[in-house]
């Protein structure tokens, strides 16, 4: 029997679900997810082995009109994928009909010769009447090689995408070796995990303004792993609400991502967490280009 491999990139607006649907399809918890919009800075590659096949799945920064030079990068990160791999699934919310967004990828997707996917996300949360109507409406747009309507929350039909993903690959060998899920390093991981926090326990402006970075790991005789990480916002009162009066903030943040990180990694973990500003870091390139932020 052949065997199958290949590059698969997830695309859509922001918050369609392209992380959850990712994490559901590695069957792992890689990328972080949130339900806030621009959640995904990077370009995730996350290894799916199967008997037959390896699938490697890119999960990208959300497609939108960008408002600073970090969103002009996450833009331009996620368009590049298109030219990069083997099927492209376009991820859209079974909730609403096509707008500007959608339309906008859609334009960057035209003339492409690559298989393109319609993934229609979140069917759990309509009728099989309204998902008819925006079958329809989105097939007006373009000529899908496939439509698959799927819950990355519920795990639905995500069997079938997968399936017929490998029905398009191409031949090929093993970009990764058995067991390998993801080529991001451990600093990495680490660093989303506590953004992933941050995004949960904040509102407003701070969310989008936070990067984290990885300072040290350093492993301890005593099955402990301590990690020094620190958190970046823009303003000195962001930092203030990060911190929290007492600390009470931070301690939170600290200890729901320390929990997941143990979880991931299966040791115990000391997180020493600092906060700092870097004012305006997201209109200069030579910090979110050369950070894990």
Not at 58 to 79: C, F, N, Q, R, S
Not at 94 to 120: C, H, N, R, W
Not at 128 to 154: G, M, N, Q, R
Not at 212 to 237: F, G, H, P, Q, W
């Amino acid at each position: 029997m052949s065997f199958k491999s290949g590059f698969v990139t997830l695309i859509g607006r922001p918050n369609v679900g392209k992380s959850t649907l990712a994490n559901q399809l590695v069957g792992q918890k890689l990328a972080i997810i949130s339900d806030k919009p621009q959640t995904t800075r990077n370009k995730i590659r996350m290894v799916l082995n199967l008997p037959d096949a390896q699938i490697i799945f890119l999960d990208t920064p959300g497609i939108h009109k960008p408002k600073h030079k970090l969103g002009e990068h996450l833009v331009e990160l996620a368009v590049s994928t298109l030219k990069e791999v083997d099927v492209v699934c376009f991820l859209v919310e079974a909730s609403e009909m096509p707008g500007k967004g959608d339309k906008y990828i859609l334009k960057q997707i035209e003339g492409i010769k690559t298989p393109v996917f319609l993934v229609i996300n979140k069917i759990d949360m309509i009728s099989k009447l309204k998902l008819i109507e925006v079958i329809d409406k989105y097939s007006k747009l373009y000529d899908f090689s496939e439509v698959i309507p799927v819950s990355a929350l519920t795990g639905e039909n995500t069997q079938k995408l997968v399936e017929l993903i490998v029905q398009y690959l191409p031949e090929g060998p093993k970009y990764y070796p058995e067991g390998e899920v993801t080529d991001l390093p451990e600093s990495f991981i680490i660093a989303e995990l506590i953004r992933e926090k941050v995004l949960y326990f904040t509102k407003d402006e701070v969310p989008h303004s936070v990067f984290v970075t990885v300072d040290d790991i350093e492993k301890k005789s005593n099955n402990l792993v301590v990690v020094m990480a620190t958190i970046y916002v823009e303003r000195d009162s962001q930092k203030a609400i990060l911190i929290g009066k007492n600390g009470n903030m931070l301690k939170k943040i600290g200890q729901l991502a320390r929990q997941e990180i143990e979880a991931l990694f299966g040791t115990r973990i000391y997180l020493d967490l600092w906060v700092k500003v870097k004012k305006d870091w997201r209109n200069r390139e030579e910090y979110f280009k050369s950070a894990d932020f």
